[in-house]
């Protein structure tokens, strides 16, 4: 079965200091009125402009061994060969802040106004982080509420294109998901249509599975280090 869910803009906007925050701008530092005005401007126009869906599907540790293994082209070991034998349930899940906000993006850039432009991509790429997150509390809360799996537990999403799992498996992922039907689609280079999108897996079970170092190979490329930040969470759990 698939939940498909419109969501409030209101509950995705990021705050002003995560969109600060975005531009590399460190908390406490002195900045220009215009600056933090851009941020605020930027949460008004995201609260305006996007129009937030998602889409979740529960599947089968077999089915979405297809949707992993894509083309063959994952890392070898790629992180989640690690997680998925110790996963409990399993969801694909995909969400996005719509069209219309990414081509305001674009407009302000063309436009000239560069600071507005910066701020309302950092607000728009917040706002699907944030609709990833909302989709990880929907599977926990689910599975928690029908006793699948324990409080203590955890899920987290994973996404192709990060941590050795090979950007092309979005094919597969977008072929048992269908996504389409939220409005997202996929380019021939396998980034998705709108841009401002999230789409993977939600990987639920004991919340040590998603605690691991952070020396892989493709560990050296990464820029984000974003599991370092979410496996406080994990640890908190413990
Ligand atoms: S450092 Fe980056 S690539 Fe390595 S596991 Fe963490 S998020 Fe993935």
Redesign the pocket.
């Known amino acids: 079965m698939k939940d498909i869910l419109t969501i409030a803009a209101a509950d995705l906007v990021p705050d002003a200091q995560s969109i600060l925050a975005a531009q590399g701008v460190l908390p406490g530092g002195n900045l220009r009125a215009e600056i933090v005005a851009g941020a605020e401007t930027a949460r008004e126009l995201f609260v305006e402009l996007a129009e937030p869906k998602a889409i979740m599907k529960e599947v089968s540790a077999r089915d979405f061994d297809s949707v992993y293994r894509g083309n063959g082209r994952n890392s070898q070991p790629a992180?989640l060969d690690f997680i998925l034998p110790r996963a409990s349930h399993l969801a694909l899940a995909a969400a996005t802040v719509g069209g219309t906000v990414s081509r305001r993006i674009t407009e302000l850039f063309e436009g000239g106004d560069y600071v507005l432009g910066a701020m309302l991509d950092a607000a728009a790429s917040g706002g699907a982080d944030r609709a990833s997150q909302m989709l990880e509390q929907l599977f926990y809360g689910r599975l928690t509420a029908t006793h699948e799996i324990e409080p203590i537990d955890e899920v987290y999403c994973y996404s192709p294109g990060?941590?050795?799992w090979h950007i092309s498996a979005q094919r597969q992922l977008f072929d048992h998901l269908r996504p389409e039907v939220i409005g997202l689609t996929l380019r021939e280079s396998f980034l998705m249509e709108p841009l401002k999108s999230i789409s993977g897996a939600l990987i639920a079970g004991p919340a040590t599975i998603h605690q691991?170092d952070?020396t892989?190979p493709?560990?050296a490329?990464?820029r984000?280090?974003?599991?370092?930040a979410r496996m406080g969470r994990a640890e908190k759990r413990n």
């Open positions: 992180l990060y941590c050795g691991f952070d892989f493709f560990c490329e990464c984000t280090r974003s599991c370092r």
